[in-house]
Protein backbone atom coordinates (compact mmCIF):
# COMPACT_ATOMS: atom_id res chain seq x y z
CA UNK A 1 0.00 0.00 0.00
CA UNK A 2 1.36 3.31 -1.06
CA UNK A 3 2.24 5.91 1.74
CA UNK A 4 -0.03 8.59 1.65
CA UNK A 5 1.75 11.95 1.26
CA UNK A 6 1.84 14.76 3.70
CA UNK A 7 -0.19 17.91 4.09
CA UNK A 8 2.55 19.92 2.13
CA UNK A 9 3.61 17.09 -0.33
CA UNK A 10 -0.13 17.09 -1.04
CA UNK A 11 -0.53 21.14 -1.43
CA UNK A 12 2.95 22.09 -2.99
CA UNK A 13 3.49 18.93 -5.93
CA UNK A 14 4.28 20.73 -8.56
CA UNK A 15 5.31 24.30 -7.14
CA UNK A 16 3.43 27.01 -5.42
CA UNK A 17 1.80 29.02 -7.72
CA UNK A 18 -0.97 30.52 -5.93
CA UNK A 19 -1.88 30.64 -2.05
CA UNK A 20 -5.48 30.15 -0.06
CA UNK A 21 -8.09 31.40 -2.58
CA UNK A 22 -11.94 32.73 -1.79
CA UNK A 23 -12.34 33.09 -5.26
CA UNK A 24 -15.41 30.51 -5.62
CA UNK A 25 -17.85 29.24 -2.85
CA UNK A 26 -15.17 27.06 -1.48
CA UNK A 27 -11.44 27.53 -0.88
CA UNK A 28 -8.58 26.02 -2.75
CA UNK A 29 -5.18 26.22 -1.65
CA UNK A 30 -2.63 25.89 -4.96
CA UNK A 31 -5.17 25.61 -6.96
CA UNK A 32 -6.42 22.43 -4.84
CA UNK A 33 -10.02 21.66 -2.76
CA UNK A 34 -9.39 22.47 1.06
CA UNK A 35 -10.91 22.51 4.08
CA UNK A 36 -9.60 24.08 7.12
CA UNK A 37 -9.28 22.25 9.92
CA UNK A 38 -8.03 24.78 12.06
CA UNK A 39 -7.48 24.93 16.07
CA UNK A 40 -6.44 28.54 17.79
CA UNK A 41 -3.21 28.00 20.05
CA UNK A 42 -1.25 31.14 21.39
CA UNK A 43 2.25 30.91 21.48
CA UNK A 44 2.60 33.85 24.40
CA UNK A 45 0.67 31.18 26.26
CA UNK A 46 2.56 28.09 25.90
CA UNK A 47 6.31 27.99 27.03
CA UNK A 48 8.74 27.44 23.60
CA UNK A 49 10.20 23.97 24.49
CA UNK A 50 6.68 22.90 24.41
CA UNK A 51 5.07 24.45 21.09
CA UNK A 52 6.23 21.68 19.12
CA UNK A 53 4.50 19.02 21.37
CA UNK A 54 0.99 21.14 21.39
CA UNK A 55 1.56 21.36 17.82
CA UNK A 56 1.84 17.38 16.84
CA UNK A 57 -1.16 16.72 19.09
CA UNK A 58 -3.36 19.37 16.89
CA UNK A 59 -1.58 18.01 13.76
CA UNK A 60 -2.41 14.12 15.31
CA UNK A 61 -5.97 14.84 15.95
CA UNK A 62 -6.57 15.66 11.98
CA UNK A 63 -6.07 19.52 12.21
CA UNK A 64 -4.51 21.25 8.91
CA UNK A 65 -4.00 24.81 10.58
CA UNK A 66 -2.86 26.85 13.97
CA UNK A 67 -4.62 29.93 14.35
CA UNK A 68 -2.71 32.49 16.11
CA UNK A 69 -3.18 36.00 18.02
CA UNK A 70 0.05 38.20 18.35
CA UNK A 71 0.27 40.56 21.12
CA UNK A 72 1.54 43.90 20.10
CA UNK A 73 2.28 44.92 24.31
CA UNK A 74 4.67 41.69 24.60
CA UNK A 75 5.65 42.49 21.00
CA UNK A 76 6.54 46.05 21.83
CA UNK A 77 6.90 46.16 25.55
CA UNK A 78 8.45 50.22 25.00
CA UNK A 79 8.15 52.45 23.02
CA UNK A 80 10.29 51.42 20.27
CA UNK A 81 11.80 48.78 21.87
CA UNK A 82 10.30 44.95 20.41
CA UNK A 83 10.98 41.47 21.40
CA UNK A 84 10.43 38.96 19.14
CA UNK A 85 12.12 36.32 20.98
CA UNK A 86 15.53 37.75 21.77
CA UNK A 87 14.75 41.48 23.28
CA UNK A 88 15.65 40.47 26.86
CA UNK A 89 12.16 41.17 28.44
CA UNK A 90 10.91 38.68 31.03
CA UNK A 91 8.82 37.42 28.36
CA UNK A 92 11.22 36.63 25.46
CA UNK A 93 10.98 33.11 25.58
CA UNK A 94 7.46 33.05 24.60
CA UNK A 95 7.90 35.41 22.14
CA UNK A 96 9.73 33.89 19.69
CA UNK A 97 7.45 33.94 16.15
CA UNK A 98 9.66 32.80 13.77
CA UNK A 99 10.80 29.50 15.44
CA UNK A 100 7.24 29.32 16.06
CA UNK A 101 5.76 29.58 12.60
CA UNK A 102 9.17 27.40 11.23
CA UNK A 103 7.75 24.44 13.91
CA UNK A 104 4.35 24.67 12.98
CA UNK A 105 5.33 24.47 8.94
CA UNK A 106 8.17 21.03 10.47
CA UNK A 107 4.76 19.86 12.12
CA UNK A 108 3.05 19.61 8.70
CA UNK A 109 0.62 22.57 9.31
CA UNK A 110 -0.63 25.71 7.74
CA UNK A 111 -1.25 28.97 9.83
CA UNK A 112 -3.56 31.41 10.27
CA UNK A 113 -1.80 34.75 12.02
CA UNK A 114 -3.92 37.41 13.22
CA UNK A 115 -1.70 40.15 14.22
CA UNK A 116 -3.64 42.95 15.64
CA UNK A 117 -3.32 45.90 16.43
CA UNK A 118 -5.98 44.54 18.95
CA UNK A 119 -6.43 41.01 19.08
CA UNK A 120 -9.19 40.72 22.32
CA UNK A 121 -8.21 37.13 23.84
CA UNK A 122 -8.95 37.98 27.13
CA UNK A 123 -5.28 39.10 26.77
CA UNK A 124 -4.33 42.39 29.44
CA UNK A 125 -5.65 45.39 27.26
CA UNK A 126 -6.65 43.09 24.28
CA UNK A 127 -3.09 43.36 23.12
CA UNK A 128 -2.69 46.74 22.95
CA UNK A 129 0.76 48.27 24.86
CA UNK A 130 -0.43 50.57 28.13
CA UNK A 131 1.96 53.04 27.11
CA UNK A 132 -0.49 54.77 24.56
CA UNK A 133 -2.33 55.71 27.18
CA UNK A 134 0.16 58.60 28.11
CA UNK A 135 -1.42 60.47 25.24
CA UNK A 136 -5.29 61.60 24.34
CA UNK A 137 -5.23 58.30 21.65
CA UNK A 138 -8.72 57.06 20.34
CA UNK A 139 -7.33 53.63 19.47
CA UNK A 140 -8.58 51.44 17.21
CA UNK A 141 -9.59 54.29 14.76
CA UNK A 142 -7.53 56.00 12.07
CA UNK A 143 -6.81 58.75 14.94
CA UNK A 144 -3.78 60.00 13.31
CA UNK A 145 -1.63 59.54 16.35
CA UNK A 146 -2.62 56.04 16.99
CA UNK A 147 -1.97 55.17 13.52
CA UNK A 148 1.50 56.82 13.65
CA UNK A 149 2.31 54.08 16.65
CA UNK A 150 0.48 50.81 14.52
CA UNK A 151 2.55 52.01 11.22
CA UNK A 152 5.77 52.08 13.32
CA UNK A 153 4.93 48.45 14.96
CA UNK A 154 3.64 46.76 11.74
CA UNK A 155 6.39 47.87 9.83
CA UNK A 156 8.42 46.06 11.80
CA UNK A 157 6.24 43.00 12.39
CA UNK A 158 4.77 42.49 9.06
CA UNK A 159 8.67 41.97 7.20
CA UNK A 160 8.80 39.73 9.28
CA UNK A 161 5.19 37.56 8.76
CA UNK A 162 5.73 38.29 5.30
CA UNK A 163 8.74 35.74 4.84
CA UNK A 164 6.33 32.78 5.96
CA UNK A 165 3.47 33.14 3.10
CA UNK A 166 2.46 30.32 1.87
CA UNK A 167 3.20 31.16 -1.24
CA UNK A 168 6.83 31.85 -0.62
CA UNK A 169 7.04 28.23 1.01
CA UNK A 170 5.88 29.60 4.11
CA UNK A 171 2.99 28.07 6.42
CA UNK A 172 1.10 31.60 6.78
CA UNK A 173 -2.26 31.30 4.51
CA UNK A 174 -4.20 34.02 6.07
CA UNK A 175 -4.23 37.71 7.66
CA UNK A 176 -7.17 38.99 9.72
CA UNK A 177 -7.62 42.51 9.76
CA UNK A 178 -8.51 43.95 13.39
CA UNK A 179 -10.43 41.68 15.39
CA UNK A 180 -14.13 41.71 15.69
CA UNK A 181 -14.30 45.38 14.60
CA UNK A 182 -18.31 45.12 13.96
CA UNK A 183 -18.48 45.24 17.65
CA UNK A 184 -17.75 48.63 18.15
CA UNK A 185 -20.91 49.83 16.82
CA UNK A 186 -22.77 51.86 18.56
CA UNK A 187 -25.47 53.04 16.79
CA UNK A 188 -25.78 57.12 17.17
CA UNK A 189 -22.74 57.34 19.18
CA UNK A 190 -19.82 55.28 17.44
CA UNK A 191 -20.05 53.28 13.70
CA UNK A 192 -16.81 51.38 12.73
CA UNK A 193 -13.88 53.77 10.64
CA UNK A 194 -13.41 52.11 7.36
CA UNK A 195 -10.82 54.98 6.84
CA UNK A 196 -9.44 52.94 9.62
CA UNK A 197 -9.80 49.17 7.82
CA UNK A 198 -8.25 50.72 4.56
CA UNK A 199 -4.95 52.15 6.33
CA UNK A 200 -4.37 48.45 7.86
CA UNK A 201 -5.25 47.02 4.46
CA UNK A 202 -2.80 49.41 2.87
CA UNK A 203 0.11 48.88 6.20
CA UNK A 204 0.11 45.03 4.93
CA UNK A 205 0.34 45.81 0.88
CA UNK A 206 2.84 47.91 1.66
CA UNK A 207 4.71 45.42 3.39
CA UNK A 208 4.28 42.27 1.21
CA UNK A 209 1.68 40.91 2.58
CA UNK A 210 -0.17 38.74 -0.45
CA UNK A 211 -2.22 35.98 1.48
CA UNK A 212 -6.04 36.17 1.72
CA UNK A 213 -7.15 39.27 3.94
CA UNK A 214 -9.98 38.56 6.34
CA UNK A 215 -12.15 39.70 9.30
CA UNK A 216 -14.38 38.10 11.68
CA UNK A 217 -17.48 39.23 13.58
CA UNK A 218 -20.70 37.61 14.57
CA UNK A 219 -22.55 37.83 11.21
CA UNK A 220 -26.09 38.34 12.84
CA UNK A 221 -24.88 40.73 15.52
CA UNK A 222 -23.30 43.08 13.21
CA UNK A 223 -23.45 42.38 9.30
CA UNK A 224 -20.78 43.80 7.68
CA UNK A 225 -20.11 47.03 8.98
CA UNK A 226 -17.00 45.79 10.20
CA UNK A 227 -15.42 44.88 7.46
CA UNK A 228 -14.60 46.08 3.89
CA UNK A 229 -16.78 43.07 1.49
CA UNK A 230 -15.07 44.47 -1.26
CA UNK A 231 -11.52 43.86 -0.30
CA UNK A 232 -11.64 41.01 2.93
CA UNK A 233 -13.64 37.56 2.93
CA UNK A 234 -16.16 37.55 6.18
CA UNK A 235 -15.64 34.63 8.89
CA UNK A 236 -17.89 33.89 11.54
CA UNK A 237 -17.83 34.07 15.22
CA UNK A 238 -20.34 32.15 17.66
CA UNK A 239 -20.67 29.23 20.32
CA UNK A 240 -24.26 27.66 19.25
CA UNK A 241 -26.61 27.89 16.56
CA UNK A 242 -23.82 27.88 13.06
CA UNK A 243 -26.53 27.54 10.20
CA UNK A 244 -27.97 31.01 11.43
CA UNK A 245 -24.42 32.59 10.90
CA UNK A 246 -23.34 30.59 8.03
CA UNK A 247 -26.68 31.69 6.33
CA UNK A 248 -26.28 35.68 7.16
CA UNK A 249 -22.62 35.11 6.04
CA UNK A 250 -23.97 33.58 2.52
CA UNK A 251 -26.35 36.83 2.70
CA UNK A 252 -23.86 39.13 3.05
CA UNK A 253 -21.06 37.90 0.67
CA UNK A 254 -22.61 35.24 -1.81
CA UNK A 255 -20.29 32.63 -3.99
CA UNK A 256 -17.39 32.78 -0.90
CA UNK A 257 -15.94 30.01 1.20
CA UNK A 258 -17.83 29.61 4.63
CA UNK A 259 -15.83 29.44 7.84
CA UNK A 260 -16.11 29.85 11.46
CA UNK A 261 -12.79 31.65 12.89
CA UNK A 262 -14.18 31.21 16.23
CA UNK A 263 -15.85 28.29 17.07
CA UNK A 264 -15.51 28.69 20.76
CA UNK A 265 -15.15 25.31 22.39
CA UNK A 266 -15.72 26.40 25.86
CA UNK A 267 -15.31 29.51 27.74
CA UNK A 268 -12.76 30.98 30.06
CA UNK A 269 -13.35 32.51 33.98
CA UNK A 270 -13.33 35.55 35.96
CA UNK A 271 -12.16 35.58 39.48
CA UNK A 272 -15.45 34.65 42.21
CA UNK A 273 -17.41 33.19 39.21
CA UNK A 274 -18.18 29.11 38.66
CA UNK A 275 -15.54 27.06 36.72
CA UNK A 276 -16.91 27.22 32.72
CA UNK A 277 -17.43 24.28 31.48
CA UNK A 278 -19.10 23.24 28.04
CA UNK A 279 -21.18 20.17 27.58
CA UNK A 280 -19.50 17.81 25.27
CA UNK A 281 -22.27 16.18 23.34
CA UNK A 282 -23.51 20.13 22.47
CA UNK A 283 -20.15 20.55 21.36
CA UNK A 284 -20.24 17.79 19.10
CA UNK A 285 -23.21 18.41 18.30
CA UNK A 286 -22.18 21.88 16.86
CA UNK A 287 -19.03 20.66 15.20
CA UNK A 288 -20.77 17.77 13.49
CA UNK A 289 -23.24 20.86 12.58
CA UNK A 290 -20.34 23.12 10.90
CA UNK A 291 -18.47 20.37 8.84
CA UNK A 292 -22.08 19.22 7.36
CA UNK A 293 -23.03 22.37 6.58
CA UNK A 294 -20.02 22.40 5.02
CA UNK A 295 -17.96 24.78 5.84
CA UNK A 296 -14.10 25.58 7.34
CA UNK A 297 -13.62 25.41 11.32
CA UNK A 298 -10.86 27.39 13.55
CA UNK A 299 -11.61 25.97 17.10
CA UNK A 300 -11.34 28.75 19.58
CA UNK A 301 -9.48 27.58 21.77
CA UNK A 302 -8.15 23.92 20.93
CA UNK A 303 -4.92 24.72 23.86
CA UNK A 304 -6.02 27.55 26.12
CA UNK A 305 -2.71 28.05 27.72
CA UNK A 306 -2.09 30.31 30.52
CA UNK A 307 -1.77 34.12 31.34
CA UNK A 308 1.57 34.45 32.81
CA UNK A 309 2.76 36.93 34.59
CA UNK A 310 -0.09 40.00 34.69
CA UNK A 311 -0.98 39.19 31.54
CA UNK A 312 -4.76 38.66 31.96
CA UNK A 313 -7.41 40.60 30.73
CA UNK A 314 -10.92 41.78 31.77
CA UNK A 315 -14.31 42.42 31.10
CA UNK A 316 -17.22 44.52 31.50
CA UNK A 317 -20.59 43.08 32.08
CA UNK A 318 -22.89 46.10 33.05
CA UNK A 319 -22.43 49.77 33.83
CA UNK A 320 -18.95 51.50 33.39
CA UNK A 321 -15.76 49.64 33.59
CA UNK A 322 -14.96 51.35 36.66
CA UNK A 323 -17.39 49.44 38.44
CA UNK A 324 -18.01 46.38 36.62
CA UNK A 325 -14.82 45.59 35.56
CA UNK A 326 -14.38 41.65 35.79
CA UNK A 327 -10.97 40.32 35.85
CA UNK A 328 -9.46 37.18 34.08
CA UNK A 329 -8.07 34.55 36.01
CA UNK A 330 -4.38 32.94 35.13
CA UNK A 331 -5.63 29.71 34.03
CA UNK A 332 -6.62 30.23 30.14
CA UNK A 333 -7.76 26.57 30.40
CA UNK A 334 -11.07 27.41 28.07
CA UNK A 335 -12.26 23.71 28.53
CA UNK A 336 -10.63 23.02 25.16
CA UNK A 337 -9.81 20.24 23.68
CA UNK A 338 -6.39 19.96 24.77
CA UNK A 339 -6.16 21.43 28.51
CA UNK A 340 -3.86 24.15 29.72
CA UNK A 341 -1.43 21.43 30.62
CA UNK A 342 -1.18 19.98 26.45
CA UNK A 343 -3.25 17.17 28.01
CA UNK A 344 -6.07 15.11 25.79
CA UNK A 345 -9.57 15.62 26.94
CA UNK A 346 -13.27 13.86 25.77
CA UNK A 347 -13.44 17.04 23.34
CA UNK A 348 -10.05 15.48 21.71
CA UNK A 349 -11.44 12.70 20.71
CA UNK A 350 -14.43 14.00 19.18
CA UNK A 351 -12.56 16.41 16.98
CA UNK A 352 -10.31 13.22 15.92
CA UNK A 353 -13.38 11.46 15.06
CA UNK A 354 -15.40 14.27 12.97
CA UNK A 355 -12.11 15.22 11.16
CA UNK A 356 -11.49 11.95 10.38
CA UNK A 357 -15.74 11.63 9.17
CA UNK A 358 -15.89 14.72 6.68
CA UNK A 359 -12.14 14.94 5.39
CA UNK A 360 -11.36 13.97 1.88
CA UNK A 361 -8.07 14.49 1.20
CA UNK A 362 -5.94 11.49 1.56
CA UNK A 363 -2.91 12.88 3.69
CA UNK A 364 -0.64 11.75 6.38
CA UNK A 365 -1.54 11.89 10.00
CA UNK A 366 1.24 11.60 12.65
CA UNK A 367 0.62 9.28 15.31
CA UNK A 368 -0.94 10.79 18.78
CA UNK A 369 1.60 12.01 21.35
CA UNK A 370 2.45 10.67 24.69
CA UNK A 371 0.90 12.89 27.71
CA UNK A 372 3.71 15.17 29.11
CA UNK A 373 3.71 13.48 32.84
CA UNK A 374 3.24 15.52 35.97
CA UNK A 375 4.30 15.76 39.26
CA UNK A 376 3.21 16.82 42.90
CA UNK A 377 6.76 17.66 44.48
CA UNK A 378 6.80 17.22 48.50
CA UNK A 379 5.25 20.66 50.26
CA UNK A 380 8.42 23.27 50.83
CA UNK A 381 8.42 25.04 53.80
CA UNK A 382 8.13 29.09 53.70
CA UNK A 383 11.83 30.15 55.51
CA UNK A 384 12.12 33.95 55.27
CA UNK A 385 10.38 37.04 54.56
CA UNK A 386 10.72 40.80 53.54
CA UNK A 387 8.28 43.16 54.96
CA UNK A 388 6.76 46.13 53.02
CA UNK A 389 8.74 48.70 54.45
CA UNK A 390 12.03 46.51 53.36
CA UNK A 391 10.21 46.00 50.11
CA UNK A 392 10.33 49.69 49.20
CA UNK A 393 13.88 50.16 50.27
CA UNK A 394 14.61 48.16 47.20
CA UNK A 395 12.67 50.07 44.58
CA UNK A 396 15.28 52.79 43.62
CA UNK A 397 12.75 54.59 41.57
CA UNK A 398 11.62 56.56 43.43
CA UNK A 399 9.44 60.21 41.88
CA UNK A 400 7.45 62.64 44.49
CA UNK A 401 4.23 64.37 42.83
CA UNK A 402 1.78 66.65 43.74
CA UNK A 403 -1.01 64.17 43.42
CA UNK A 404 -1.65 60.70 43.03
CA UNK A 405 -0.98 59.48 39.39
CA UNK A 406 -1.65 56.80 36.86
CA UNK A 407 1.07 53.87 36.84
CA UNK A 408 1.32 54.85 33.19
CA UNK A 409 1.90 57.92 33.48
CA UNK A 410 5.27 56.92 35.30
CA UNK A 411 8.54 58.55 33.73
CA UNK A 412 9.67 54.95 34.06
CA UNK A 413 10.87 52.34 31.09
CA UNK A 414 11.98 54.58 28.52
CA UNK A 415 9.34 57.09 28.75
CA UNK A 416 6.47 54.47 28.27
CA UNK A 417 4.90 54.31 32.03
CA UNK A 418 4.36 51.50 34.33
CA UNK A 419 2.04 48.83 32.32
CA UNK A 420 1.79 45.71 34.94
CA UNK A 421 1.85 45.28 38.91
CA UNK A 422 1.61 47.31 41.54
CA UNK A 423 1.94 50.75 42.67
CA UNK A 424 2.58 52.74 45.51
CA UNK A 425 1.80 56.03 47.36
CA UNK A 426 3.68 56.67 50.10
CA UNK A 427 3.14 60.32 52.35
CA UNK A 428 5.26 60.57 55.85
CA UNK A 429 5.61 62.80 59.02
CA UNK A 430 1.40 62.48 59.24
CA UNK A 431 -0.85 63.07 62.44
CA UNK A 432 -3.59 60.69 62.10
CA UNK A 433 -6.04 61.45 65.01
CA UNK A 434 -8.55 58.99 66.31
CA UNK A 435 -11.09 57.30 63.78
CA UNK A 436 -9.77 59.47 60.91
CA UNK A 437 -11.41 59.05 58.24
CA UNK A 438 -9.25 58.20 54.44
CA UNK A 439 -11.10 59.08 51.25
CA UNK A 440 -10.08 58.09 47.80
CA UNK A 441 -12.34 59.85 45.61
CA UNK A 442 -14.25 58.49 42.74
CA UNK A 443 -12.56 54.32 41.50
CA UNK A 444 -9.69 53.10 42.47
CA UNK A 445 -7.92 51.13 39.54
CA UNK A 446 -8.32 48.33 40.70
CA UNK A 447 -7.90 47.45 44.24
CA UNK A 448 -6.05 49.16 46.73
CA UNK A 449 -4.65 48.18 50.68
CA UNK A 450 -3.68 50.92 52.93
CA UNK A 451 -0.74 50.47 55.58
CA UNK A 452 -0.06 52.51 58.54
CA UNK A 453 3.33 52.33 59.46
CA UNK A 454 3.69 49.19 58.04
CA UNK A 455 0.82 47.81 59.61
CA UNK A 456 -2.41 47.13 56.90
CA UNK A 457 -5.51 48.95 58.44
CA UNK A 458 -8.11 48.23 54.93
CA UNK A 459 -9.59 44.94 54.92
CA UNK A 460 -8.19 41.30 53.63
CA UNK A 461 -9.89 39.66 51.26
CA UNK A 462 -12.37 37.11 52.76
CA UNK A 463 -14.27 37.00 49.30
CA UNK A 464 -16.14 38.14 46.62
CA UNK A 465 -18.84 40.69 49.02
CA UNK A 466 -15.31 42.75 49.62
CA UNK A 467 -15.93 43.88 45.84
CA UNK A 468 -18.54 46.59 46.82
CA UNK A 469 -16.57 47.90 49.82
CA UNK A 470 -13.12 50.25 50.00
CA UNK A 471 -10.52 49.23 48.37
CA UNK A 472 -12.09 47.83 45.30
CA UNK A 473 -13.10 49.19 42.12
CA UNK A 474 -17.35 48.79 42.33
CA UNK A 475 -17.49 51.63 44.79
CA UNK A 476 -16.61 55.35 43.88
CA UNK A 477 -15.28 57.59 47.08
CA UNK A 478 -14.92 54.85 49.40
CA UNK A 479 -13.60 55.98 52.81
CA UNK A 480 -12.25 53.69 55.44
CA UNK A 481 -11.99 54.58 59.10
CA UNK A 482 -8.08 54.48 60.28
CA UNK A 483 -8.87 53.36 63.80
CA UNK A 484 -9.37 54.73 67.05
CA UNK A 485 -5.75 55.29 67.94
CA UNK A 486 -4.16 58.81 67.42
CA UNK A 487 -0.57 58.36 65.59
CA UNK A 488 1.78 61.02 64.94
CA UNK A 489 4.53 61.46 62.21
CA UNK A 490 3.06 57.77 60.70
CA UNK A 491 3.53 56.84 57.38
CA UNK A 492 0.67 56.11 54.99
CA UNK A 493 1.20 53.90 52.21
CA UNK A 494 -1.36 53.28 49.59
CA UNK A 495 -0.59 49.75 47.37
CA UNK A 496 -2.63 49.83 44.50
CA UNK A 497 -2.64 47.08 41.87
CA UNK A 498 -3.71 46.41 38.36
CA UNK A 499 -5.41 43.18 38.58
CA UNK A 500 -6.11 43.45 34.35
CA UNK A 501 -7.25 45.42 31.56
CA UNK A 502 -10.50 44.84 29.72
CA UNK A 503 -9.75 43.34 26.41
CA UNK A 504 -13.14 44.07 24.86
CA UNK A 505 -15.69 46.63 24.55
CA UNK A 506 -16.72 49.95 23.00
CA UNK A 507 -14.14 52.03 22.33
CA UNK A 508 -14.96 54.78 25.16
CA UNK A 509 -13.98 51.42 27.83
CA UNK A 510 -10.57 51.37 26.08
CA UNK A 511 -9.56 53.92 28.67
CA UNK A 512 -8.17 52.18 31.27
CA UNK A 513 -5.42 54.14 33.08
CA UNK A 514 -4.55 52.01 36.69
CA UNK A 515 -3.53 53.28 40.10
CA UNK A 516 -5.08 56.05 42.11
CA UNK A 517 -5.75 58.71 39.33
CA UNK A 518 -9.50 59.63 39.34
CA UNK A 519 -9.56 61.83 42.08
CA UNK A 520 -7.76 63.26 45.31
CA UNK A 521 -6.70 61.60 48.80
CA UNK A 522 -8.16 63.16 51.88
CA UNK A 523 -7.50 62.34 55.53
CA UNK A 524 -10.90 64.02 57.13
CA UNK A 525 -10.94 67.45 55.28
CA UNK A 526 -7.35 67.60 54.27
CA UNK A 527 -6.33 67.08 50.81
CA UNK A 528 -3.14 64.88 50.91
CA UNK A 529 -0.26 66.35 48.74
CA UNK A 530 2.97 65.83 47.39
CA UNK A 531 3.32 61.64 47.22
CA UNK A 532 6.82 59.60 47.24
CA UNK A 533 5.43 57.21 44.27
CA UNK A 534 6.96 53.91 43.41
CA UNK A 535 6.63 51.13 40.72
CA UNK A 536 6.45 47.68 42.34
CA UNK A 537 6.19 45.83 39.00
CA UNK A 538 7.99 42.67 40.09
CA UNK A 539 11.00 42.27 36.76
CA UNK A 540 12.78 39.34 37.05
CA UNK A 541 16.14 41.04 37.18
CA UNK A 542 14.89 42.88 40.38
CA UNK A 543 13.50 39.95 42.17
CA UNK A 544 16.49 37.86 41.45
CA UNK A 545 18.61 40.72 42.88
CA UNK A 546 16.43 41.15 46.44
CA UNK A 547 18.77 40.15 49.75
CA UNK A 548 18.40 40.82 53.22
CA UNK A 549 15.92 38.12 54.02
CA UNK A 550 14.71 37.81 57.19
CA UNK A 551 13.01 34.67 59.25
CA UNK A 552 9.45 35.02 59.82
CA UNK A 553 7.77 34.74 63.44
CA UNK A 554 4.20 36.22 63.29
CA UNK A 555 2.49 33.99 60.76
CA UNK A 556 -0.75 35.09 61.71
CA UNK A 557 -0.71 38.73 61.01
CA UNK A 558 -2.32 39.92 57.65
CA UNK A 559 0.25 42.07 55.88
CA UNK A 560 1.68 42.57 52.65
CA UNK A 561 4.83 40.87 52.20
CA UNK A 562 7.24 38.56 50.16
CA UNK A 563 7.71 35.22 51.44
CA UNK A 564 10.71 32.68 50.12
CA UNK A 565 11.07 29.32 49.81
CA UNK A 566 13.60 27.13 48.09
CA UNK A 567 13.73 23.15 46.47
CA UNK A 568 15.96 21.06 44.95
CA UNK A 569 14.63 19.08 42.09
CA UNK A 570 16.12 16.23 39.75
CA UNK A 571 14.70 16.13 36.14
CA UNK A 572 11.81 18.90 35.61
CA UNK A 573 8.59 18.06 35.57
CA UNK A 574 5.61 19.61 34.85
CA UNK A 575 3.03 20.26 38.27
CA UNK A 576 0.55 22.66 39.58
CA UNK A 577 1.08 24.92 42.56
CA UNK A 578 -1.21 24.48 45.30
CA UNK A 579 -2.38 27.75 46.96
CA UNK A 580 -5.00 27.15 48.80
CA UNK A 581 -3.18 27.70 52.25
CA UNK A 582 -2.68 31.32 50.82
CA UNK A 583 -4.93 34.56 50.93
CA UNK A 584 -4.41 36.68 47.40
CA UNK A 585 -1.70 37.64 45.50
CA UNK A 586 1.24 36.51 42.93
CA UNK A 587 3.45 33.34 42.76
CA UNK A 588 7.14 33.78 41.42
CA UNK A 589 9.07 30.89 39.85
CA UNK A 590 13.13 31.58 39.59
CA UNK A 591 12.29 35.49 39.26
CA UNK A 592 9.60 34.26 36.42
CA UNK A 593 6.02 35.62 37.64
CA UNK A 594 3.93 32.43 37.16
CA UNK A 595 0.43 34.35 37.64
CA UNK A 596 -2.14 35.54 40.30
CA UNK A 597 -3.57 33.56 43.03
CA UNK A 598 -6.64 34.43 44.96
CA UNK A 599 -7.74 31.69 47.02
CA UNK A 600 -10.84 33.01 48.37
CA UNK A 601 -12.80 33.89 45.51
CA UNK A 602 -11.92 30.98 43.30
CA UNK A 603 -12.80 29.38 41.08
CA UNK A 604 -8.84 28.84 39.68
CA UNK A 605 -6.87 27.41 42.88
CA UNK A 606 -3.91 25.66 41.50
CA UNK A 607 -1.00 27.67 38.82
CA UNK A 608 0.06 25.23 36.34
CA UNK A 609 3.99 24.94 36.62
CA UNK A 610 5.47 23.75 32.92
CA UNK A 611 8.59 22.18 33.41
CA UNK A 612 10.72 24.40 31.17
CA UNK A 613 10.36 27.22 34.14
CA UNK A 614 12.17 24.68 36.59
CA UNK A 615 15.33 23.87 36.53
CA UNK A 616 17.55 21.32 37.60
CA UNK A 617 19.16 21.73 41.33
CA UNK A 618 17.69 24.31 43.57
CA UNK A 619 14.82 26.39 42.34
CA UNK A 620 13.39 29.71 44.15
CA UNK A 621 9.87 29.98 44.71
CA UNK A 622 8.70 33.56 45.64
CA UNK A 623 5.29 34.60 46.83
CA UNK A 624 4.08 38.15 47.41
CA UNK A 625 1.09 37.75 49.34
CA UNK A 626 -1.16 40.27 50.40
CA UNK A 627 -2.86 39.26 53.44
CA UNK A 628 -2.75 35.82 55.31
CA UNK A 629 0.60 33.78 53.95
CA UNK A 630 0.39 29.76 54.62
CA UNK A 631 3.45 28.36 56.43
CA UNK A 632 4.05 26.13 53.08
CA UNK A 633 3.56 25.85 49.37
CA UNK A 634 1.86 22.58 48.18
CA UNK A 635 2.10 20.97 44.34
CA UNK A 636 -0.49 18.51 42.48
CA UNK A 637 -0.50 16.40 39.65
CA UNK A 638 -3.95 17.63 38.47
CA UNK A 639 -5.66 21.59 38.00
CA UNK A 640 -8.25 22.19 40.71
CA UNK A 641 -11.26 24.77 40.07
CA UNK A 642 -14.08 25.69 42.47
CA UNK A 643 -16.17 28.52 43.82
CA UNK A 644 -16.05 28.79 47.76
Same mark, same amino acid.
Given at each position: ?28 ? *? ?87 ? @? ?58 ? *? ?109 ? @? ?73 ? *? ?46 ? %? ?92 ? #? ?35 ? %? ?68 ? #? ?17 ? @? ?11
Amino acid at each position: MATLPTLYEYYTAGGISSGLSASQNYFTL *NNRNITLYSGAMHYFRVPKPYWRDRLRKMRAAGLNTVETYMPWNLHEPEIGNYDFGHGGSDMQEFLDIETFLKTAQEEDMLAIVRPGPY @ICAEWEYGGLPSWLQREKIFVRTSDSTFMKHVTRYFNILLPILAAFQFTLGGPIIAFQVE *NEYGNTEQPGVFMPDKAYLEQLRQLNIRNGIVELLFTSDTPTGHGDVGTLPEYFLQTANFAHNPEREFDRLKQLQPNKPIMAMEFWTGWFDHWAEHHHTRDNRDFYNTLDR @ILKYPASVNMYMFLGGTNFGFLNGANQEWGSWNEAILHTTTSYDYDAPLSEAGDYTEKYDMVKELISKYNTVPIR *NPPTPATTPKIAYPNIQVTERLEMDEIIDRISEKFVFPETIAMENLPI %NNNSGQSYGYIIYRKTGLHIPSHAKLKVENHVCDTVMVLIDGVLVSKPLSGASDFDGFGYWRIGSGILDLGSEEKHNATLELVAENWGRSNYGW #LEQFWQLKGLHQGDVYLNEDKLENWETMPLEFKKKWT %NSLTGWRAISDWNVAKPALYKATFEIGEPMDTFVDMNMWTKGIVIINGFVLGRYATPLGPQQTLYLPAPL #LQEGVNEMIVFEQFYPGKE @IAFSTVSKFYTP
